[in-house]
């Protein structure tokens, strides 16, 4: 439950500040009530798709297409609640981008953490 729980505050962190961050970037300062819980309703499930990564008996690759097929189904249902300009080509390549920019962000993180590991099973080697 506690592992569930992480990743729903993992995608409301991450869905919350892209949306707010998009908001700025056109100048857009009024957002409805409505407007709000969904875009963290969408945060959590999308942190809750990542659960995905869990599950070691498919391949990581189709574990992405599933990620990305699934994420893609959220954000088109919180767009159409919303008025999103969900049918145009910009909305989908602009998701596209922030997808992989997430990812990124990810990869990043994940590195960082194995280099903190592997330093620390280093200076631990050298001790014994």
Not at 5 to 33: E, H, P, Q, W
Not at 54 to 74: D, G
Not at 81 to 96: D, E, M
Request: a positive charge; one cysteine or more.
């Amino acid at each position: 439950m506690q592992r569930i729980i992480k990743y729903i505050l993992i995608g409301i962190s991450f869905g919350s500040n892209i949306y707010l961050l998009m908001c700025a970037l056109n100048a857009r300062v009024t957002l409805s009530r409505f407007e709000i819980i969904s875009v963290l309703l969408m945060g959590a499930l999308i942190g809750m798709t990542s659960l995905i990564f869990e599950t070691e008996r498919i391949s990581f690759l189709l574990q992405l297409v599933m990620h990305l097929l699934l994420t893609a189904f959220v954000v088109w249902g919180c767009g159409y609640l919303n008025n999103w300009p969900i049918a145009s080509w910009g909305f989908w390549f602009l998701f596209g981008g922030i997808y992989l920019a997430v990812w990124l962000v990810v990869i990043i993180q994940l590195n960082h953490d194995v280099e903190k590991i592997n330093k620390v099973l280093f200076k631990k080697e050298k001790k014994e």
